[in-house]
């Protein structure tokens, strides 16, 4: 199971890739309720794409009912109600990978020793297993680059990895 959060399902959506992405993947696609809301906002030009995802069942929603822990993580690592809904799903799944871009849900994961992965992540493994070209990889990394927020670091060390493929 891949749990995203609304920064990654958006950045994918908006790039192109999350249709690839979720074609190829043979996990199970879900998000919890919170980031159902935060990504169906009218006007938005993603939102037609994953309402109609979540219409066809290729994403699925998955409520979250523990108030206390939610609250509890939201305040312990300083994250979202849409991160920290992600996060909570994955660790009470057992065997789930966060889907986040976000720095602070990325530490939670780390130290719950959950696995993730990111947009930057997404489209190496697609480049590694031969949806896109390094160029097409390139181009998508740029993408990301001009819609995300990303330091200059993490996109210099994403660039030499698309580079060594």
Known sequence: MVIFDA????????????????????????????????????GKEETPFIEKLLEQRTIITEQVGDEAAIQKLMKDFAIDRGETEAIFLAHCAGNAIVATDDRNAIRACRMLGLGYITALSIVISLCEHGALSQSEAMLKLEQLQRIGRYSKRIMKDAIATLKGI
Request: aromatic fraction near 2%; proline fraction near 6%; hydrophobic fraction near 45%.
């Open 7 to 42: 920064s990654t399902l958006i950045l994918l959506a908006r790039c192109g890739l999350l249709d690839c992405f979720i074609s190829r993947t043979k996990r199970q696609i879900v998000i919890p309720l919170a980031v159902r809301d935060e990504t169906l906002q009218p």
